[in-house]
């Protein structure tokens, strides 16, 4: 891919080994730390497809809990990974990131069942989705990828505090370079507020045992709910 102009794109035929280097690219480092996670709780949202799902994999070699929309296809994925790691600890519950009625339910059946929480992966999202509005009143895109999230992640923090050291990740994407504040355009603002939610987190929290991460590289590539 060539750029023509700054917001133009010549597309041009791949060799299969030019696709492989482009989907490696695109794909991101790979993690090859092998630190137990024993006796520790993560909740990844959006786990039972793409990013997330594949996250869940490695997690649930260590210890996790699925947060996820449609319970359906979230148990076939839970299922799916206990088989293939041998761990029957692998837990989903539901969350709509697109209702924030749904996210305090989830956050308070949490904090009242689990004993603490060192892991949270904000990973969930959509893109590429018709203009819809939530039952909130916010636009679909950015409820979904940014709204949620922060609400979420807010109202575990005394939780993800008392179990410090704990750890925070942010699932963004490339798109994030695109963002600028556009009510018109909310995909690419989704994600740039996704990197802005990070910075300021980690800001207002710095300190030796609480880390905030932000990944900007992802699968996402059309309208479909990690869920």
């Not at 963004?172 to 990197?195: C, E, M, P, T």
């Not at 990070?198 to 990944?215: Q, V, Y």
Request: glycine share 8%; with cysteine; aromatic share 6%.
């Amino acid at each position: 891919m060539v750029a023509a102009a700054p917001e133009e794109f010549l597309m041009l035929p791949l060799s299969d080994s030019g696709v492989a280097v482009l989907r490696k690219w695109i794909a991101g480092g790979v993690c090859r730390c092998s630190v137990r996670l024993d006796g520790k709780t993560v909740v990844i949202t959006g786990a039972n497809t793409g990013i997330g799902k594949e996250t869940s994999r490695e997690m649930a070699r260590r210890g996790e809990l699925m947060a996820c929309r449609d319970l359906t296809r979230a148990e076939s994925a839970a299922e799916e990974i206990r088989e293939a790691t041998g761990n029957g600890n692998v837990v989903i519950r539901h969350l709509d990131l697109a209702s924030l009625h749904s996210v305090r339910q989830f956050a308070k059946d949490y904090v009242d069942s689990e004993d603490r929480l060192d892991i949270l992966i904000n990973n969930a999202g959509v893109m590429m989705c018709p203009k819809w509005l939530t039952e909130d009143g916010f636009e679909t895109q950015l409820a979904v990828n940014h709204l949620g999230h922060f609400l979420l992640t807010n109202l575990l923090l005394p939780k993800l505090k008392s179990s410090a050291p704990s750890r925070v990740v942010n699932v963004s994407s490339i798109a994030h370079r695109g963002g600028r504040i556009d009510f018109d355009d909310l995909y690419q603002q989704s994600k740039l507020a996704n990197v802005l939610f990070s910075r300021e987190l980690a800001r207002k929290l710095r300190g030796p045992d609480t880390h905030f991460m932000s990944r900007t590289k992802t699968d996402q590539k059309r309208f479909k709910p990690n869920s």
